[in-house]
């Protein structure tokens, strides 16, 4: 069946690659798998082979007969539909109430990696993320302070996930070949997250505004990302216990935390 790359589908044949992946997600027995975008089914067959449950949800609605016919002896469930459009822990709460842990896995469309992210990412989170997405876009989410890759997608996502790169894979791997090469990235919910689950909007709206000055120094930075006096830049900065000459770039996921702390939710 043909890629519809109107839907940012490229599928992955090679079983040995796809059993890597199946492998870096970490799945097994006791877990329930929500895969997004299971298009023809081959990261699907990996990841039941490893003895995980497999939940997927597919918008593609070619995909979906096939299947279901595919794995009608297996444990596994299909879900027509806009995963964006859908409450995924209530998908695998069937599962999770009978005590199985669940991950997210997914060769994911490039065009809507940031709102699959986020929505992974929104409490109650499983417990590990696993997809393929832009090497550019993977090379961002590990970025340290002070590079150009390093910005407001690296601390938000970083606050409330450690993030590593599985693996990478090039464009060859791929029918048809996207234009990019691609890389795996594996996230993994922090115990503790920089911010409460309330504040993680408002930590995501601070950065967003304050890299949008990243060349600033922050004490110019938080006056015109906030409208706030340069007396209160300063205050708030003493608080955070941050250097007024830094830059935004150079801030790390924690001291725009402690920044958020100092000027308050309602200011995020």
Known sequence: MRANTRLGQHFLDDPALL???AAASEAGPGDVVLEIGPGPGGL?????ARGATVVAIEKDRRMG???????????????EGDAL????AAIVRPWTELGLRWRVVGNIPYYITSPLLEQALTPPMPSSVTYLVQEEVA??????????????LTV????????????????????????VDSALVHLVPREVPLVPPSDVAALRRLVVSLFSYRRKRMQRAL????????????????AAGIDPDLRPEALAPEDFARLLAAVGPEAG
């Open 19 to 21: 059993e890597r992946i």
């Open 44 to 48: 699907t067959r990996a990841l039941l």
């Open 65 to 79: 007969a096939e299947l279901v016919r595919r794995h009608a002896d297996a444990p596994f469930a299909l879900i």
């Open 85 to 88: 459009e859908l409450d995924w």
């Open 139 to 152: 090379n961002r989410l590990v970025a340290a302070p002070g590079t150009s890759a390093y910005g407001a």
């Open 156 to 179: 938000g996502i970083s606050g409330v996930a450690d993030v590593t790169i599985a693996m990478r894979i090039g464009r060859g791997a791929f029918r048809p070949p996207p234009k």
């Open 223 to 238: 006056r015109e990302a906030r409208g706030v006096s340069a007396a209160g830049a300063g205050e708030a900065l003493l």
